[in-house]
């Protein structure tokens, strides 16, 4: 290992919506974070490891900072707010193409409380000109001093590895946390729940998805080396969503399973029978024994 080995922790921040599951995805080379067009698709605060011979990084990826409805959305904002104490790094992810609002307002207060380095990351410059970018780097430059400003498009790639660097060179000097072949420390069942979610959002229509959670029962050995056995419930908060989930015929869950199916079996190594229920649990959002249930806590 390097004599000046440096090793750390760095938090992706910013409002729904705005690539931060992407960013984490494209910096590790690999899907760790789920991903949908829809806000609020990152609930909980999800650790990613990416190890060299030089540093070890570990990312939190996390809930889009908004303005909290529920129960559910107090536990992600206090999600978020936590893990600006906690790392070493803040990476402060924005749109190109959008402009400073409301939400950025009310997260650049939230910066001033802090005493972390903030790198901001201006992201989705694919879909923006060089005139935009560069009128949006001088009005965040005029609300608070970061410690870098780089635009980059986790999309494509461009300027990951600058940003990747002027991270690394913001971690202090010391060993690594955690073994170097792993790269997220969450719970096996729960990646599998967040896939499962994911190919619900995916498909589901749009007032659907915010009330879905997934609970997996079970993760068996099915008497074969190669095969494993998954049971898993997805709930939603009405049973007029729960004839939507399932479809016609079933059709709409035998869709969400499959495609499930194939991310889960690329996760796991292995083939899987997954085995899926639809359940009705009214207001679990508010509820803070259903949100403790689905590892909101």
Not at 290 to 295: D, P, Q, T
Request: proline letters at 4%.
């Amino acid at each position: 290992m390097n004599a000046e080995y440096r090793s750390g922790f760095a938090a992706i921040i910013g409002r729904p919506n705005v690539g931060k599951s992407t960013l984490l995805n494209a910096m590790m080379g690999e899907k760790i974070s789920i991903i949908s067009n829809k806000p609020q698709t990152t609930r909980n605060s999800i650790r990613a490891i990416y190890t060299t011979e030089d540093f070890q990084l570990a990312f939190l990826d996390t809930p889009g900072i908004h303005k909290p409805k529920n129960m559910l959305g107090e536990y992600m904002l206090a999600s978020a707010q936590a893990a600006l104490n906690e790392v070493d790094v803040i990476i402060y992810v924005v749109e190109a193409g959008a402009g400073i609002g409301r939400g950025d307002t009310y997260i650049l207060e939230m910066l001033n409380n802090v005493r972390t380095p903030v790198i901001l990351a201006i992201n989705k410059t694919d879909l923006s000109d060089r005139k935009r970018v560069d009128g949006l780097i001088e009005e965040y430059r005029s609300k608070r001093a970061f410690a870098d400003i780089i635009p980059i498009s986790a999309v494509n790639g461009d300027n990951l590895n600058i940003l990747r660097g002027a991270i690394v060179e913001k971690l202090p000097e010391g060993p690594q946390y955690f073994p170097a072949d792993m790269v997220t420390d969450q719970p096996e069942r729960l990646v599998v729940s967040e896939i499962i979610r994911e190919k619900a959002l995916e498909l589901l229509e749009q007032e659907v998805p915010h009330g879905i959670a997934v609970e997996v029962e079970a993760i068996e050995e099915s008497g074969r080396s190669d095969l494993l056995n998954i049971q898993a419930n997805i709930y939603c908060e009405k049973e007029s969503h729960k004839r939507i989930v399932i479809g016609k015929g079933g059709s709409m869950l035998k869709r969400i399973g499959s495609l499930a199916r194939t991310d889960i079996e690329n996760l796991l190594g292995c083939k899987v029978f997954l085995e899926l229920w639809v359940k009705v649990k009214k207001d679990w959002r508010d509820t803070a024994g259903s949100l403790k249930i689905f590892g909101y806590q």
